[in-house]
């Protein structure tokens, strides 16, 4: 049996990283061995020494939209938090609310002095509520202007600047998390390794909440993955395949994109274009099909994201890893510092 515990280790409080730091590209970078679990140690615009002519760098340009509400409920004035989790149709979004008691079906929200008012329908599972947003003008101008970034629970100082929490590239609106790999690209270390030869294919995977659950039961196996949204262009397929061909390695930056190639390949490894949702869960035993190098940061104690780098590079190794990077005081979390895990020749 697969084991939650197998995944667990004690992480400091205080290298949990707070703020990001001023430039994307100067946090530190262990570069990990996925064969031998040797590490090294790097800043991360190093990475551009790893990158190979043909090799093909796959980013998720999902936009984080400032999706944490606060209002109250009408008649009461109590306050109500509401984190907008995915847009189920039109106006209706599945939401997290607290407190969620208070929130029943036909309970009536305002925010923002009545800029932005909305009805709980119904609750769904895991307790989330089904909620009617009712508004003038655009909704997404309404939501950037009343909504706040919806950062980590573990993130306790307030973000200056909203950009930080986005990707350069950021593009497709839609996500209730960052992709957050990627916040450690500039646009010119990403001129920098166009110019080297290294094709860039974009995908998009709209990142919810279900990415942070906690992973509850001590079998593995019994945790249900949240279902998320992605698309990959026929742009972006032909990219990766080609480079498959070639006999370039599909390098992903980030779980969410590495969740996103893995969801749309076929079993001999072809990656298809289209959208779907996936509720993918890779742990150690997993056969990539299309990947073969990620990008990532350190991810919390038994959490689907170290389940999913230990598949790629070895629990143990991955251990090793997060042991050294702590003894060497890295960062870690979303502004955290990044790992590459990759085969070194």
Known sequence: ????????????????????????????????????????????????????????????????????????????????????????????????????????????????????????????????????????????????????????????????????????????????AAPTAGLHFTQELLAQIAEKGVQIAYVTLHVGLGTFRPVKEENVLEHHMHSEYYQVSEEAAEIINRTKEQGGRVICVGTTSCRTVESAATDDGKVLAGCDNTEIFIYPGYKFKVLDALITNFHLPESTLVMLVSALAGRENVLNAYEEAIREQYRFFSFGDAMFITKID
């Not at 040797?38 to 990475?47: A, C, G, L, Q, T």
């Not at 980013?59 to 995915?86: C, F, Q, S």
């Not at 800029?115 to 009617?132: D, P, Q, Y």
């Not at 309404?142 to 200056?160: A, N, S």
């Open 1 to 176: 049996m697969l084991k939650k515990s197998d995944f667990y280790f004690d992480l400091p409080e205080e290298l949990i990283a707070q703020d990001p730091l001023e430039d994307r590209s100067s946090s530190r970078l262990l570069v990990l061995d996925k064969e031998s679990g040797d590490v090294s140690h790097r800043i991360f615009k190093d990475i551009i020494e790893f990158l190979k002519e043909g090799d093909c760098l796959v980013l998720n340009n999902t936009k984080v939209i400032p999706a944490r509400l606060l209002g109250e409920r009408e008649g009461t004035g109590a306050h109500v938090e509401v984190l907008l989790l995915k847009r189920r149709e039109g106006d209706v979004w599945e939401t997290l609310v607290k407190p969620g008691k208070k929130c029943r079906p036909g309970t009536r929200l305002s925010f923002g002095d009545g800029l932005l008012k909305a009805e709980v329908l119904e609750t769904v599972e895991e307790g989330n509520r089904l909620i009617h947003f009712e508004y003038e003008g655009i909704f997404e101008e309404v939501l950037d202007r009343l909504g706040e970034m919806p950062l980590p629970p573990y993130i306790t100082h307030k973000l200056q600047d909203k950009n930080r929490y986005q990707t350069v590239y950021a593009k497709y609106e839609g996500s209730a």
